[in-house]
């Protein structure tokens, strides 16, 4: 028993150090767009893609506003870059804080990103997703607008479904089917599936309902 706290407080120890050590500091020296900067570190710019949040891109509407909240919050300033991943163009996808707050999440709170539903996976997501139905409500930034379309559709209406869809859901298949007009989704065999406004994609049922999607009344997903 004499040894025993001293064994848990070393593990906790060495967890902290390994979740701390791969986080770094730099200079943000280029707005990309909302969602994308250029921090200088060790010399070297690199891109960071922020995780878990997707911006409206540059065409569409709120897309430069949200480049510019990015610009206000992060240009010039040393920020600390925890990364999460590395994206299909090998840039970093992390979480980027400025004096301890993080940009990620103020995106979604100020409404000028959506939670990336099909990437963010760790636990705070849900969080998020909270913050984000609050902005939603308060017709904050892009929320102002009826039916915003999702940056992830507008993308894939833009490269045309066929070539971007099994890259988009990371090759698990695509489910069902959500129509962002109605916000009712349906499954493969409906009639409904692959209607005009059915675009968005979800890979199971509890993210189209997280989303706030309903169910098909006719092919009852
Ligand atoms: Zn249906």
Redesign the pocket.
């Known amino acids: 028993m004499k040894y025993f706290r001293p064994t848990i407080l070393l593990t906790f120890i060495i967890l902290l150090s390994c979740s701390v050590s791969h986080a770094w500091t730099g200079k943000v020296v280029g707005i990309s767009d909302g969602d994308t900067i250029k921090v200088l570190h060790e010399g070297k710019q690199v891109k960071v893609r922020l995780y878990g949040v997707d911006t409206p891109e540059k065409a569409q509407s709120f897309g430069q506003k949200a480049k510019k909240f990015t610009a206000n919050f992060a240009a010039n300033k040393i920020v600390d870059v925890e990364p999460i991943d590395i994206d299909r163009y090998g840039r970093t996808v992390g979480l980027v804080n400025v004096y301890g707050k993080s940009l990620n999440k103020e995106l979604v709170r100020a409404g000028y990103a959506w939670v990336y539903r099909q990437y963010c996976k760790e636990s705070f997501c849900s969080e998020w997703l909270k913050i984000e139905d609050i902005a939603r409500k308060a017709n904050a930034g892009l929320w102002i607008e009826p039916n915003p379309m999702p940056p992830w559709e507008w993308r894939k209406a833009k490269n045309g479904a066929s070539k971007s869809t099994p890259a988009l859901l990371g090759g698990q298949g695509m489910t069902y089917h959500g129509n962002i007009s109605s916000h009712v989704f349906?499954?493969p065999s409906?009639k409904?599936y692959d209607c005009k406004n059915c675009i968005h994609p979800f890979t199971n049922r509890n993210d189209a309902i997280q989303a706030g999607y309903k169910p098909?009344g006719?092919?009852k997903p």
Request: charged share 15%; hydrophobic share 15%.
């Open positions: 349906h499954r409906c409904q098909c006719i092919c």
